[in-house]
Each structure stands twice: as C-alpha cells, then as structure tokens.
C-alpha cells in the first residue's frame, strides 16, 4: 500500500511562504511521479502540481504558476512544494499522492489519501 505523509503545513500572512513536505513510508517513491493536490472549504479537490518519476518533468496549476515549485529528494524518499506569494485563494488542505504525470488532475492520483497539512493564508 502506498502511504504518503504531509506535513508543514500552517498559518501565514499573504505574501508569505511555506514549504510543503511528503514522506514516503514502506516503498521508495523513486519509482512513482508524485502530486499536490488541495481542497478548499466548500470545493472540490483540485490539482495544483506533479513531478514525473523519470526525467523530473513538473507541472502546475495556471493558479499557482510561478509561485510554487515541486521537487524531490530520492534520498530522503521526499518530495516538497515550495509555496511562495501565498494568497488567501491558496488555504485549504493539502495532499500528496503518487499519479500520473501528464498534466495535473485529481483523476490521475491512484493512491490512497492521506490526512493531508492545513495551509492558510490570512492576515
């Protein structure tokens, strides 16, 4: 069973960053392209970015183009999402799950959900 981890979540001013955190447990994810995805009250669950497990291939959501960032460390079988110029738009609570890594989209994550990390932005 895939189990993922997030953390880093919390409270932030608009303009502020947090860095996004999520651990593998019982496989290595070298071998699995990864996603962040989020839920906002009220919404559905939406995709926001995903690394590819081959070439590091990323992408993102128009929302959060050029404010967050992906990455991984095979290493510490972790990948990250930097969030940077964080909005009030961008509270609500994120996943990571292993998915497909065509485009990013809810539909593609195959794994099991996780508790997810709290984000919210507000001053």
């Known amino acids: 069973q895939l189990q993922l981890v997030e953390s880093g979540g919390g409270l932030v001013q608009p303009g502020g960053s947090l860095r996004l955190s999520c651990a593998a447990s019982?496989?290595?994810?070298?071998?699995?392209?990864i996603g962040w995805f989020r839920q906002a009250p009220g919404k559905e669950r939406e995709g926001v970015s995903c690394i590819s497990s081959s070439d590091g291939s990323t992408y993102y959501a128009d929302s959060v183009k050029g404010r967050f960032t992906i990455s991984r460390d095979n290493a510490k079988n972790t990948v990250y999402l930097q969030m940077n110029s964080l909005k009030p738009e961008d509270t609500a609570v994120y996943y990571c799950n292993a998915t497909r890594c065509d485009y990013v989209a809810v539909d593609l994550a195959f794994g099991s959900w996780g508790q997810g990390t709290q984000v919210t932005v507000s001053s």
């Open positions: 019982g496989f290595t994810l070298d071998y699995y392209a």
